[in-house]
């Protein structure tokens, strides 16, 4: 009995957890935190959770208010991150697919140049296609989720009244 004793003494005096690291901010986390809009990330940086300590106790009807705008804004993010997710998947899949068809025409057509320069050139163009579509789903995505924030804090007004 008295070895599980140590042990669980021993297991308290580990401060070496990974839970001590702050999140890691991403490029989106810094822009989203210029413009005062929150993300998980940020929620979890220490000065945010010092200055969350020193405020006082809300009461039970301020918690879970905090708690559905709190899961509305991880909503959100979840929603953001799934679009660039799922945009992520299909830029990579045309781009495979686009790379597999310049190599089979750079091994099958060596030798006819006008035809292969042609459809390499499509080839680049469709390439080009696919990263500006991916570039426009990830803005689209990004203008979902401010709009969404907007509109969330015009709620959070109105419930305030």
Known sequence: MDHLVDDIDHVRADRTTPFDQPATLQPFD?????????????????????RQKRLPRPTHEQRLVEAIRDNAS?????????TVYQATEEMQDRIRSVVQ???????VRPTEAG?????????ADELD???????????????????LKQQQQVRDRWSQI
Do not use: C, K
């Open 74 to 82: 991880l909503m959100r993010e979840v929603r953001f991150f799934r």
């Open 30 to 50: 810094v822009q989203m935190q210029q413009t005062n809009a929150p993300t998980f990330a940020l929620g979890l940086q220490p000065r945010v959770l010092m």
């Open 101 to 107: 068809d310049l190599t089979l025409h750079y091994y």
């Open 129 to 147: 296609f696919v990263l500006s579509d991916f570039a426009h789903v990830i803005e689209l995505a990004a203008q979902d989720w401010m709009a």
């Open 115 to 123: 035809e292969a320069d042609g459809a390499w050139l499509s080839l």
